[in-house]
């Protein structure tokens, strides 16, 4: 799995956080009402998960649990305020937030549910459950009170009704995670008269219109297609994820008027043409994902400005030009910076100077970013490295790096990655003294280079979490010892090497291991003169 695929994994699960905690965070409250809920509010509730079942398989979540379960139906004044999931107007009475996220729910909801006798609602998250593939029903619309509406990954299906955007005080709207299920089609409803195509599967542009939405999830629906309208000014709008979905077309200059946008998740969609200057007036904005696309052009100086960004990911899109080092070096805040696989003017090691000032990194990813010359010494100011990827570049995986590795390279004591494989490094690397100093390491891949590797066991107390060894090619005669202590290892590569004899006990003992507590161990097929198996 690449670098950018398993960080857009560690995006969606952060996305997924932050739209639970915005959207969600009011549904409970410490503090018991005043006033006890209304019967008909009572009613209701319990009408509602009548008509459905408890079934575990229903949600996903592994911290899941049915919340209904707790509700007390047999007393005929239970406080239905009191229950799990429910918030009440402490004034009022009436429930004006209901969360059953990932509470093990199953069954239809159709247009006589009595979920939508529950008028006063205001919050409502019903995100991982299985609704069995049934359409939002029109009648979403008499809870004309919502500000917050979560349906994420509850497996709802057919066409998104338009009386949902006749509610006008959505604040929170997330249908993310249904993909293939939830769609738009003609005819055109009524409340859309003035949108004169036709949508089918089209999201209509005047979403972004509602003037209170401050939440919109639309990620993973592949067939949900649209565009980025022109922004109005005064939008409310701090969250936008449209991720893995089939948005097209530019970025608008009206960009600018998002001024309360603090995130914006565009990746894998049809997106394309210039990044405009004005996305550099986003000053809020901490998230900033848009690799995955067609997009031309050189990346504005502009970028610069967002003084507050933590990531950028603007991986695999086809920018062009200089990378912009005067300004990407002013974002001290990034924590995150995936800019590989574009069409960058060529790099040398020195010219990456302006990363060291860089320095709360902890992923970074120049993959094919065409550098050429020795391991860019700015690299040892990071010392929060996580994860590295310089690959395909003409220097670490894949290139023309010369040389030994850097012996600074062992003050990345946070590094959890380092793949160096197919490359011409030279000169002896004592592994045993490379992974004392690297305690954190999970993956390390050396394969293909020209480097005389000394592996015989001297010290046990280097790193014991390495799960991925890659040491093909590297002119092994023996056995490498210092897989002694290694118990979680998934995949191990030592083909194409010099090694004779067979393979010592104890490396099978460990491999028993690791197949009756986790999975099976991969190991490459060997050849030539690699170890028997």
Not at 78 to 101: A, F, Q, R, Y
Not at 203 to 224: G, K
Request: aromatic share 8%; hydrophobic share 40%.
């Amino acid at each position: 799995m690449g670098l950018s695929l398993r960080f857009f994994t560690f995006m969606h699960l952060v996305s997924s956080l932050l739209i639970f905690h915005l959207a969600i965070a009011h549904f409970t409250s410490s503090m018991q009402p005043h006033t006890l809920c209304h019967d008909q509010d009572r009613s209701a509730l319990l009408k509602f998960i009548e008509s459905l079942t408890i079934n575990r398989n229903a949600s996903r979540n592994p911290l899941s649990y049915p919340k209904v379960a707790s509700w007390n139906q047999d007393e005929q004044n239970s406080d239905c305020c009191s229950w799990d999931g429910i918030k009440c107007d402490e004034d009022t009475g009436h429930v004006i937030g209901l969360n059953l996220s990932s509470s093990w729910l199953y069954g239809s909801i159709n247009s006589s549910s009595s979920l939508f006798q529950l008028v006063h609602l205001e919050w409502l998250a019903l995100a991982d459950n299985h609704f069995n593939f049934s359409v939002i029903p029109s009648e979403i619309v008499n809870l004309s009170r919502l500000t917050r509406l979560s349906l994420s990954g509850s497996f709802f299906a057919g066409q998104i009704p338009a009386e949902l955007l006749e509610l006008s005080r959505l604040e929170v709207l997330d249908l993310s995670s249904n993909d293939h299920h939830l769609k738009l089609q003609s005819p055109v409803p009524p409340t859309l008269a003035n949108f004169k195509s036709s949508l089918h599967g089209e999201i209509p542009t005047e979403i972004f219109q509602l003037p209170n939405l401050r939440l919109l999830e639309l990620a993973y629906n592949s067939n949900l297609t649209g565009h980025l309208s022109e922004f109005q000014k005064n939008n409310s709008l701090e969250l936008l994820n449209v991720a893995y979905s089939g948005f097209s077309g530019k970025i608008p200059n009206s960009i600018e008027n998002l001024k309360s946008l603090s995130h914006l998740y565009l990746p894998r969609c049809y997106f394309s043409g210039k990044i405009p200057p004005s996305l550099g007036n986003l000053t809020k904005l901490a998230h900033l994902f848009l690799w995955g696309n067609g997009f031309s052009g050189e990346l504005p100086t502009s970028i610069g400005n967002l003084a507050s960004l933590e990531i950028l990911a603007i991986s695999s899109c086809n920018f062009s030009g200089a990378v912009p080092a005067s300004s990407l070096r002013n974002l001290t805040q990034l924590t995150a910076l995936i800019i590989g696989k574009n069409n960058f003017s060529s790099l040398s090691s020195r010219s990456l100077s302006w990363i060291a000032d860089l320095k709360k990194l902890t992923i970074l990813d120049l993959e094919s970013s065409k550098i050429v010359g020795e391991v860019p010494p700015a690299l040892m100011n990071l010392t929060q490295l996580t994860q590295l990827s310089l690959a395909f570049n003409h220097q670490l995986t894949a290139n023309q790096l010369e040389g030994s590795i850097p012996s600074s390279f062992f003050e990345l004591k946070n590094l959890v990655e380092l793949e160096l494989a197919g490359n011409k490094l030279s000169g002896t690397l004592d592994i045993n003294k490379f992974l004392l100093n690297m305690k954190s390491l999970e993956v390390l891949v050396l394969s293909s280079n020209k480097l005389s590797l000394l592996t015989e066991a001297t010290v046990n107390t280097y790193s014991k979490n390495i799960n991925v060894i890659g040491l093909r090619s590297c002119n092994l005669t023996e056995f490498p010892h210092f897989l002694y202590n290694q118990k979680f290892l998934d995949s191990v590569d030592l083909s194409s090497n010099r090694i004779a004899g067979q393979v010592p006990g104890w490396f099978l003992n460990n491999v028993l291991v690791h197949v009756m507590t986790t999975q099976p161990l991969k190991l490459p097929k060997t050849s030539g003169h690699s170890m028997p198996l």
